[in-house]
């Protein structure tokens, strides 16, 4: 049995990581995160949003994901996400101002579908926040 296994996650749009890790960990959708390490069972499950974890020549690494697909094997976990980013794709500047943009539609919003999309929306500022380092992303 490998001691690695083969790590991918793809978005519709774009490759997004690709490389040989030690581990992985993931969110998922109903079931917290699961944490996969080479010659783990077959299964494909839903993914949540959040950061997903993999370590790679001992050190942590993260990487955005929002919602698709998980299909896990012996050797390899494809993450098939509706978004991902890695932490230098994230424009923090760009972020700060969704967190802001959020806070500012969550405290205007009329309906529980307002306050649930701005909730969404923050949520979403607050995973790329941690994900860069952001001291913002902690609240998370």
């Excluded at 049995?1 to 490759?15: A, D, G, Y």
């Excluded at 069972?41 to 942590?60: A, C, N, R, S």
């Excluded at 890695?86 to 101002?97: F, G, K, N, S």
């Excluded at 607050?126 to 001291?135: D, F, N, W």
Aim: no cysteine; aromatic share 8%; net charge negative.
């Amino acid at each position: 049995m490998s001691q690695l296994i083969k790590l991918e996650v793809v978005t519709p749009e774009r490759p997004v990581f690709s490389a040989e890790v030690a581990e992985v960990q993931f969110p998922t959708a109903a079931r917290g995160y699961y944490g996969i390490l080479p010659g783990h069972t077959p299964l494909m499950t839903e993914v949540g949003d959040g950061l997903l974890y993999y370590f790679q020549e001992g050190q942590k690494h993260w990487i955005t994901v929002f919602g698709g697909f998980a299909e896990v094997g012996p050797d390899r976990v494809t993450i098939l996400a509706r978004e991902s980013e890695t932490m230098d794709m994230i424009d923090l500047e760009r972020a700060e101002a969704s967190r802001q943009r959020a806070l500012k539609l969550l405290k205007e919003a009329q309906t529980e579908h307002d306050m649930a999309n701005a909730q969404a929306k923050l949520d979403a500022s607050l995973i790329r926040l941690q994900a860069a380092g952001h001291p913002s992303g902690h609240g998370f």
